[in-house]
């Protein structure tokens, strides 16, 4: 069974960093490419980073290039997402998601605001 547990959010000042974690479970997460989505309340989820199975090759949204970073470590089958210079508007349920599509399995998500 697929399962993928994402941690690391809270309430940061504006300017301010988190890193996020997804655990994942139950495929082989090295041989998977892995993506960052978020929601904020009222809109339709919104694609931010993508990151190979290696890690050799990531992208990301207009909205966050240059201040986020995506990650893994294969070797503790974990996905991060270091944020930085946090924006209120980056307040949102962040989900990491199996696979390279917005719509694939994702987990429980993980709650950032983002206020000062």
């Known amino acids: 069974e697929v399962r993928l547990v994402e941690s690391g959010g809270g309430e940061v000042q504006p300017g301010g960093s988190l890193r996020l974690s997804c655990a994942a479970s139950?495929?082989?997460?090295?041989?998977?490419?892995m993506t960052w989505v978020r929601q904020a309340p009222g809109e339709v989820p919104e694609w931010i980073s993508q990151?190979?199975?290696?890690?050799?090759?990531?992208d990301y949204a207009d909205s966050v290039q240059g201040r986020f970073t995506v990650s893994r470590d294969n070797t503790k089958n974990t996905l991060y997402l270091q944020m930085n210079s946090l924006k209120p508007e980056d307040t949102a349920v962040y989900y990491c998601?199996?696979?390279?599509?917005?719509?694939?399995?994702r987990g429980q998500g993980t709650k950032v605001t983002v206020s000062s």
């Open positions: 990151i190979n199975g290696i890690g050799s090759s990531t």
């Open positions: 139950g495929f082989a997460f090295s041989e998977t490419g």
């Open positions: 998601v199996k696979g390279i599509s917005i719509g694939g399995v």
